[in-house]
């Protein structure tokens, strides 16, 4: 099992940019492939971002492609989602999970309690 605590949301100005962090504690985090998801208030949880357990294969959704970038580093058993170009729509809870398993947007095992993002117009 893997407990997932995120960090690095809060408010920003469209156009800006936040850097989201989620640790990972519990068994070995490199056996995971790990993803960012994001929750609007009132819409169903959205596939953002993962990344296989090497970080050599990387996934983006069509409406965070070329504005986020998710990387890991398995020595500080961290993920993280660097966000830029942020826009109004991106404002939501993201969560971070992880799968036992390898990179795909659905089936995630575990997950983090998530941290809110509000982008301002």
């Known amino acids: 099992q893997v407990q997932l605590v995120e960090s690095g949301g809060g408010l920003v100005q469209a156009g800006g940019s936040l850097r989201l962090s989620c640790a990972a504690s519990?068994?070995?985090?490199?056996?995971?492939?790990m993803g960012w998801f994001r929750q609007a208030p009132g819409k169903e949880r959205e596939f953002v971002a993962a990344i296989s357990k090497s970080g050599l294969s990387i996934d983006y959704a069509d409406s965070v492609k070329g504005r986020f970038t998710i990387s890991r580093d398995n020595a500080k058993n961290t993920v993280y989602l660097q966000m830029s170009s942020l826009k109004p729509e991106d404002t939501a809870v993201y969560y971070c999970?992880?799968?036992?398993?390898?990179?795909?947007?659905?089936?995630?095992?575990?997950w983090g309690l998530g941290t809110q993002v509000t982008v301002s117009s």
């Open positions: 999970a992880a799968r036992n398993g390898p990179l795909r947007r659905q089936e995630y095992d575990y």
């Open positions: 519990g068994r070995t985090f490199s056996y995971y492939t």
